[in-house]
Nanobody, 115 residues
Framework: QVQLVESGGGLVQAGGSLRLSCAAS????????TGWYRQAPGKEREFVAA????????TYADSAKGRFAISRDNAKNTVTLQMNSLKPEDTAIYYC????????WGQGTQVTVSS
């Protein structure tokens, strides 16, 4: 099993920045990729960004390209999502995901961007 704990959400004005962190524990050697998803009220959960645990290669949703940056620290088993130029439409609960020999989710952290 893998446990994921997110932190760093909060309230920010449009144009501001937030940094989300996800700490993984447990059988982290079974993780292949980690990523971030988000779910806004009344909408389905959507992909934001992902990073390969081994190679560090990244992928982004179109909505995140140029504004968000995902990174990982294998030594600390953490994944970070730096979010810049935030918009009100980025408001959502952000979930950390790890995928490998299983699929695991964190509890989510609220991000609210005011206009």
């Amino acid at each position: 099993q893998v446990q994921l704990v997110e932190s760093g959400g909060g309230l920010v004005q449009a144009g501001g920045s937030l940094r989300l962190s996800c700490a993984a524990s447990g059988r982290t050697f079974t993780i292949y990729n980690t990523g971030w998803y988000r779910q806004a009220p009344g909408k389905e959960r959507e992909f934001v960004a992902a990073i390969s645990w081994s190679s560090g290669s990244t992928t982004y949703a179109d909505s995140a390209k140029g504004r968000f940056a995902i990174s990982r620290d294998n030594a600390k088993n953490t994944v970070t999502l730096q979010m810049n130029s935030l918009k009100p439409e980025d408001t959502a609960i952000y979930y950390c995901n790890a995928h490998g020999l299983g699929n695991w989710w964190g509890q989510g952290t609220q991000v609210t961007v005011s206009s």
